[in-house]
């Protein structure tokens, strides 16, 4: 379909442009709600996809500028509530610190937890997961071991983050 005798798509040549100008002020936006610049980059690549998969109907908004804050913000609110119950278990059981014999029976039921969650992953979700938190590859590291660009790492890394709170959310409701 042509509007104005222009395709009602975005081009992605004009759909850089716009996530140029705009992703400085969603990472801003992400970065307040979040204060975690890993998981604001997460965010801010979540909406840009979102956006992306939208861009035939952007123009049908009077701002797609609100429209990716809207999106960054809530995006932002759903990563605070799964970070809180596993990015936090995760990188605590990672820590090593010398612990008393009762922080390591807590600690040994929640690695009991995180692997029974992560079990329930697929394959490419479990390695990404442990490639990030338990052998701290940074994003482009893992990129270049998967032939893959540091934004699609973000972006599966968002996921698979996400699956994971899901599932622990799912595990902890069940057991009470």
């Given amino acids: 379909m042509c509007h104005n005798g222009k395709?009602?798509?975005?081009?992605?040549?004009?759909?850089?442009?716009?996530?140029?100008?705009?992703?400085?002020?969603?990472?801003?936006?992400?970065?307040?709600?979040?204060?975690?610049?890993?998981?604001?980059?997460?965010?801010?690549?979540d909406c840009l996809f979102k956006l992306w998969t939208m861009r035939g109907s952007l123009d049908e908004y009077n701002s797609p500028?609100?429209?990716?804050?809207?999106?960054?913000?809530?995006?932002?609110?759903?990563?605070?509530?799964?970070?809180?119950?596993?990015?936090?278990?995760?990188?605590?059981?990672?820590?090593?610190?010398?612990?008393?014999?009762?922080?390591?029976?807590?600690?040994?039921?929640?690695?009991?937890?995180?692997?029974?969650?992560?079990?329930?992953?697929?394959?490419?979700?479990?390695?990404l997961i442990t490639m990030r938190h338990v052998e701290g590859l940074s994003n482009a590291e893992i990129a270049q071991l998967v032939g893959s660009s540091e934004g699609a790492v973000r972006t599966a890394l968002s996921r698979a983050r996400n699956r994971v709170a899901e599932i622990f959310m799912k595990y902890q409701l069940s057991n009470k």
């Fill in 7 to 45: 395709s009602q798509f975005m081009h992605r040549i004009e759909f850089e442009k716009f996530v140029v100008s705009i992703r400085p002020t969603l990472l801003a936006r992400a970065f307040s709600v979040v204060g975690d610049s890993d998981t604001a980059e997460d965010v801010v690549q």
């Fill in 65 to 127: 500028e609100a429209l990716a804050l809207t999106i960054t913000h809530r995006l932002s609110l759903n990563a605070i509530r799964g970070r809180n119950s596993t990015v936090g278990l995760i990188d605590e059981l990672i820590s090593g610190a010398e612990d008393s014999p009762e922080q390591e029976v807590i600690r040994s039921e929640k690695e009991h937890e995180i692997n029974r969650v992560m079990a329930m992953l697929p394959d490419a979700q479990q390695a």
